[in-house]
């Protein structure tokens, strides 16, 4: 038996998720975060979740994330574990959060009580539909009959050439995150220079160039996409939008037309990730090519 776990972080919808066949929340991991004095825990998106959320960031609430505790992911793990058989966890970057530390010391107590068990936790290295993709190829060869360590191997050749490009509105969200320096984040501001976000090799996000004026920049980020992303791969390409619906499609639509045999999939960005990028982002997840090098500024 092969338990398939996987986590908010990728920022899976619930109607995707139907669509794999990964909807069981037993297997999904629920991150938590805090707006109006709150605490949730994200499930499978909704638009009613995202917009919800996003309606509360624009009138001023300002949101936070958290990590999960090792008792939280103890509880997560221990049903499977208890099942026996081995357990494949596609995650977020290990790079982004200090929450893989608390899993750490969860997998540690039940290992001892559960030695028989094999436990695959798979570094996407990515963030948001980035580790969709991922998960959706591990759970696509998982169905097929792959064994776990048949399915390490195809994501080994797949992670790499998994890109993200974003383009945020608001530079403070990316200041509060330590994506901008407090410098850069002003001046984009002011001057309205927007800059253009990569997923690296590491599964960290750097600031790769700078473009005046946002409707420029989308249009940059679409023309790059269009002559890098493969229209022939089985996996859709997702653009995330952070409560910019007209500006998702728009996007969507160029990108379709210089790509007209590529699945192309709109999706609301989701309370976890919208907190670290704020409303007015557009973030564009797929398949081809390698990711830019960490870079130090």
């Known amino acids: 038996m092969i338990h398939f776990f996987y986590d908010a972080d990728s920022e899976m919808s619930l109607e995707t998720a139907v669509k794999y066949g990964i909807d069981n929340r037993d297997y999904f991991i629920k991150m938590p975060y805090s707006i109006s004095g709150e605490n949730y825990y994200c499930d499978l998106l909704t638009t009613e979740v995202s917009s919800e959320f996003f309606k509360k960031v624009r009138a001023g609430e300002m949101p936070s994330t958290s990590a999960l505790n090792s008792e939280e992911y103890k509880r ?13 966890y596609v995650s977020f970057s290990s790079a982004m959060s200090a929450t893989f530390d608390h899993l750490e010391v969860a997998l540690k107590e039940l290992k001892r009580k559960y030695p028989d068990v094999m436990f695959t936790r798979y570094d996407s290295k990515a963030i948001s539909m980035g580790a969709g993709l991922a998960v959706l190829a591990a759970a696509k060869c998982l169905q097929s009959g792959k064994s776990v360590a048949e399915t390490v191997r195809h994501l080994d050749e797949l992670v790499p050439r998994i890109n993200i490009t974003i383009v945020a509105d608001d530079l403070n969200y990316l200041k509060r995150g330590g994506r901008l320096t407090a410098v850069k984040a002003l001046l984009g501001t002011v001057l309205q220079i927007k800059p253009i976000i990569k997923l690296t090799t590491a599964g960290t996000l750097i600031p790769t160039m700078n473009v005046s004026g946002r409707n420029k920049a989308l249009m940059t980020i679409v023309n790059e996409i269009a002559a890098r992303a493969s229209e022939a791969d089985d996996l859709p390409i997702f653009i995330m939008h952070g409560d910019c619906l007209a500006e998702g499609e728009r ?3 160029k990108l379709q037309s210089m790509l007209p045999k590529a699945k192309i999939v709109l999706q609301e960005v989701g309370p976890v990730i919208g907190s670290h990028c704020g409303p007015g982002t557009i973030g564009i997840c797929f398949i081809d090519g390698a990711r830019p090098e960490p870079v130090k500024e």
């Open 76 to 88: 997560i793990f221990e049903p499977a574990f208890s099942e026996g058989g081995e357990i494949l």
């Open 251 to 253: 996007v969507r639509d």
